[in-house]
């Protein structure tokens, strides 16, 4: 019998709820009277705060009117990925994770990192680094059915994993967290991309970057509080996308 390499991560003190009460949380957000008469205009909106938020968490300040062109570089490529991230490009996308993930975060990369690479044989490559390489392929084990634990759960450990590994030159947050929206698609967690659990890590900058490190070390504690930020992010988010949605009827 083969044994779910994430399965002990369920048996960490608070993880198993706090990953109950994110999917409850988007579930419920899905069945919003709005959302269920059309929720791309709800998704949308949440693709314009996540785009902001994960560029903020990068460093980049401000906000930008719907009628402005996106000059910053980093700000341009979360909106490209927010934007694959939506209607009949998310189902595009997830259909590509799904079957070869390492595919679907070279794409995610091209959309990040093409205003910000100098070397354009960079884009959607990953640095030519052995453990680097190993641990994608582990994680593409992962998103492709090794593992059945809870989806809030997965997403957080591929959002740690691309996060700590920073497998690309550079643009590697926005992809993590752009990864994690697609676990989230991909397993029916959030499959319209409606939560925006960025704006909750935007604005516990400091927490996320402690956790994320805590995450890397690999320690029991270190996972835990990484994968309880992650899931409260998640059900902060949905929060989020119940604002939204209320905003419409």
């Known amino acids: 019998?083969?044994?779910?390499?994430?399965?002990?991560?369920?048996?960490?003190?608070?993880?198993?709820?706090?990953?109950?009460?994110?999917?409850?949380?988007?579930?419920?957000?899905?069945?919003?009277?709005?959302?269920?008469?059309?929720?791309?205009?709800?998704?949308?909106?949440?693709?314009?705060?996540?785009?902001?938020?994960?560029?903020?968490?990068?460093?980049?300040?401000?906000?930008?009117?719907?009628?402005?062109?996106?000059?910053?570089?980093?700000?341009?490529?979360?909106?490209?990925?927010?934007?694959?991230l939506t209607g009949d490009s998310l189902d595009q996308l997830v259909s590509v994770w799904t079957r070869a993930p390492l595919q679907a975060l070279a794409r995610l990369h091209l959309l990040v990192a093409a205003d910000l690479v100098t070397d354009p044989d960079t884009l959607g490559r990953p640095r030519t680094d052995p453990d680097v390489s190993q641990r994608l392929d582990m994680l593409a084990q992962l998103v492709t059915g090794g593992t059945s634990v809870a989806a809030p759960v997965l997403a957080g450990v591929v959002h740690g994993e691309l996060l700590t590994l920073a497998p690309f030159t550079t643009g590697n947050g926005v992809v993590a967290r752009a990864a994690a929206r697609l676990v989230a698609a991909s397993t029916g967690l959030d499959p319209h991309s409606l939560g925006v659990p960025e704006v909750t890590w935007l604005r516990r900058i400091d927490e996320y970057r402690t956790a994320a490190i805590g995450f890397g070390s690999g320690t029991g504690d270190g996972v835990r509080e990484w994968l309880t930020l992650h899931c409260a992010a998640l059900t902060a988010g949905a929060t989020e996308a119940r604002s939204i949605a209320d905003a419409r009827r």
């Open 1 to 84: 019998m083969t044994t779910d390499p994430l399965a002990p991560l369920l048996d960490l003190p608070g993880v198993a709820a706090a990953a109950d009460e994110a999917r409850d949380a988007l579930s419920s957000v899905h069945r919003h009277p709005v959302n269920m008469r059309g929720w791309l205009d709800t998704s949308t909106e949440a693709s314009w705060r996540t785009a902001h938020s994960s560029a903020g968490i990068e460093g980049v300040a401000g906000s930008l009117r719907r009628d402005e062109d996106v000059e910053d570089p980093v700000l341009g490529g979360a909106m490209r990925v927010a934007l694959a």
